[in-house]
């Protein structure tokens, strides 16, 4: 594809840790293989529960953390190998948004400050980063009087409307945002939420979109990865994933999901069991511990993601 | 009427700080059935969960003043002793917490904990109390009690834990529970089961529940009946359905227009509700969502009275009254 932004291929990370006692290492392989690929202007929704890897590979393609194996093309290179130095041209293109608007902003700095920041480290003048500064807050629909205000100040809306500003101050093309509205109040995350798409629309920004909400996910995404235990699942169009989906495990996440409108209530799907933990992954499909159609096979063979229908799936038995 | 459980009558909790007075509650009325499931609704700072904790008895700042009436089985709970409280609160209202992860003492074991709350209420013997804990978790769905009974809340997962705390709650067949965001914490998969098990164990213990949350979804999921708050108001009272269908007060249609929702068409944009919440510390004078309502006319610099039909359903707006009189 021409406009291809973001060719990820085969990704995996194992975090080593200490706790195994006697010197003895326990390993936790928290992607085990993730590929996809963005095009320009699109958001990729990832869904998943907690363990599943989504913020792992958020923080990976960012660079803020490296892979263990697997390569990250952006814009037709390489950046999995990439030392520090060598990524930091790189930093103003891709731009990370975290969680926590509360520890996101340095609490002693004046707002002006923190948006110029990243404009600062990559020597914009200082004329031209407060115009931009002003634009932005603009931009995010703060006030321009924000500039010398302090964090304490905002609101957790507010907060994370700066955090994005500040994202963008670089003219960034790949944004890459981690439960952006999840510490929000339902009425201000819909605010936010839109703010995202008109940022979109207007600055042609692709986005990948990390999130456990499957309203959230679905309103913002065109295309849908479902993670679960460090891998990809199910890959496939909002559309397709919400109202078709294929895997047991997709299928099972959206009916668990509470429905306003109990009219139209199916029969509701619930697993059983826990998610298993990284460190201890069930053998063969990681889901068969708790997949309503599991098969003898499941724990012995590994599905890959293959294309079925309009979808990528890994399970052994759909076809 | 004799089958009211727990009736709230002008219930008001405000904390003096530095900065003034928060008006955290206020004039809040409503009562509950037997075995009925009220689900109270709100943002941040909507006082939901201060009233259930004034209803507890739990705010005991000095800075806090709660007046108002806590009918619980006729008696004013906000009248009793500590002593008399004590008495009640685990035994015939108990409550659910949030975060599973702080609800229990990290240095003791599961079943110590569900002993103990058997053990201050009643003359139970060590032994049937051990019994009576593995019954309790095999009842909430904990694989393997008998061994998961001796074991430390280190090693339960966090949806184990909550089910854990569930039995806690449950263990002396309380008439009321108190939910606060019981599933907050948990991923959707575990919340799907706690959810259902709160249901099932309603229909067996015959207790009413109270349930707090954020999540529209998780309300309409578990009670029959739901309380919209707004800045330590109720704005709205209504049965599940006819508050999903017909949503009076225009905060909680608001409300539930931003709501990325699963179950209809996709849309461009989210209809929301402009500006900030409301800041507790200087409130609006008149209705408190003025300042983010659409519809405010001059009529609103005054407080709406909450208007409510025979059974106690309704909403604080004057476009209500103002539409009954027309």
Excluded at chain 1, 53 to 71: C, F, N, Q, V, W
Excluded at chain 1, 138 to 163: A, T
Aim: glycine content about 8%; some cysteine.
């Amino acid at each position: 594809m021409s406009n291809e932004i973001l060719s990820v291929k085969n990704i995996r990370k194992i975090y080593e840790s200490s706790g195994g006692g006697y010197g003895r290492k326990n390993t936790v392989s928290a992607l085990d293989g993730v590929s996809f690929n963005l095009v320009q202007g699109e958001t990729l929704g990832i869904v998943g529960e907690s363990g599943c890897g989504k913020s792992t590979l958020g923080r990976i393609i960012s660079r803020l953390d490296s892979p263990t194996a697997g390569e990250i093309i952006y814009k037709g290179n390489d950046i999995a190998k990439k030392s520090l130095a060598e990524m930091r041209p790189l930093r103003k293109e891709i731009q990370f948004i975290f969680q926590d608007p509360y520890a996101s902003l340095n609490p002693r700095r004046q707002i002006g400050a923190i948006i110029e920041e990243p404009m600062r480290i990559h020597g914009v003048s200082k004329e031209e980063r407060r115009t931009r500064a002003h634009d932005l807050l603009e931009k995010v629909g703060l006030d321009k009087n924000s500039y010398e205000k302090y964090p304490h100040e905002f609101s957790g809306g507010q907060r994370q409307r700066v955090v994005i500003a500040r994202a963008l101050t670089l003219k960034p093309e790949l944004i890459i945002a981690d439960e952006p509205v999840s510490a929000l109040d339902v009425s201000i995350q819909a605010q936010v939420l839109n703010l995202f798409k008109e940022l979109q629309d207007e600055m042609e920004l692709t986005y990948i979109f990390v999130a456990h909400d499957l309203g959230v996910v679905r309103h913002i995404s065109d295309r849908i990865a479902v993670m679960y235990l460090g891998k990809i699942v199910e890959l496939g169009s909002v559309e397709e994933i919400y109202n078709n989906p294929q895997h047991p495990y997709t299928k099972a996440l959206l009916s668990a999901n509470p429905r306003i409108d109990q009219s139209a209530k199916s029969t509701r799907q619930i697993l059983t069991g826990d998610i298993p933990s990284p460190l201890s992954r069930p053998s063969g499909c990681s889901f068969h511990t708790r997949c309503p159609i599991a098969v003898p096979e499941c724990s012995t063979r590994e599905p890959d993601l293959r294309r079925i229908g309009a979808v990528d799936v890994a399970c052994n038995l759909v076809v | 009427m004799a089958e009211k459980l727990l009736e709230v009558k002008n219930l008001c909790v405000s904390f003096k700080t530095r900065k003034g007075v928060v008006r955290a509650v206020n004039n809040l009325s409503f009562s509950i059935n037997h075995g009925e499931v009220l689900g109270i609704v709100g943002e941040s700072g909507s006082g939901k969960s201060v009233s259930m904790s004034a209803v507890m008895g739990l705010i005991k700042d000095e800075n806090a003043e709660v007046t108002g009436e806590v009918l619980f089985n006729g008696e004013d709970l906000l009248k009793k002793s500590d002593e008399e409280l004590r008495a009640i609160r685990g035994k015939d209202i108990a409550m659910v917490f949030q975060d599973p992860m702080t609800a229990l003492t990290p240095v003791y074991t599961i079943g110590w904990h569900i002993r103990e709350q058997l053990q201050l209420h009643s003359n139970i013997s060590d032994k049937d109390a051990k019994a009576r804990a593995i019954e309790l978790l095999e009842e909430v769905g904990i694989p393997d009690p008998a061994k998961r009974v001796n074991q430390y809340p280190h090693e339960f997962s966090g949806g184990m834990r909550q089910r854990a705390i569930i039995a806690m709650a449950l263990s002396l067949n309380p008439k009321l529970l108190i939910a606060d965001e019981p599933t907050t914490a948990l991923d959707v998969t575990i919340q799907a089961q706690i959810l259902d098990l709160l249901e099932r164990l309603r229909k067996t213990h015959d207790s009413s529940i109270i349930i707090i949350t954020h999540d529209m979804g998780v309300i309409s999921e578990l009670s029959s009946e739901v309380l919209v708050m707004y800045a330590g108001r109720m704005v709205e009272r209504s049965t599940k359905s006819s508050l999903f269908a017909y949503p009076q007060h225009p905060y909680t249609k608001g409300l539930m227009n931003s709501v990325p929702r699963v179950d209809r068409a996709r849309t461009s944009r989210l209809e929301t509700i402009s500006g900030q919440p409301a800041s507790l510390l200087n409130l609006p004078s008149g209705c408190a969502f003025r300042s983010r309502c659409s519809s405010a006319h001059a009529a609103c610099t005054e407080q709406p009275v909450f208007t409510a039909d025979s059974n106690g359903y309704g909403a604080a707006c004057f476009l209500l009254i103002e539409g009954a009189r027309s």
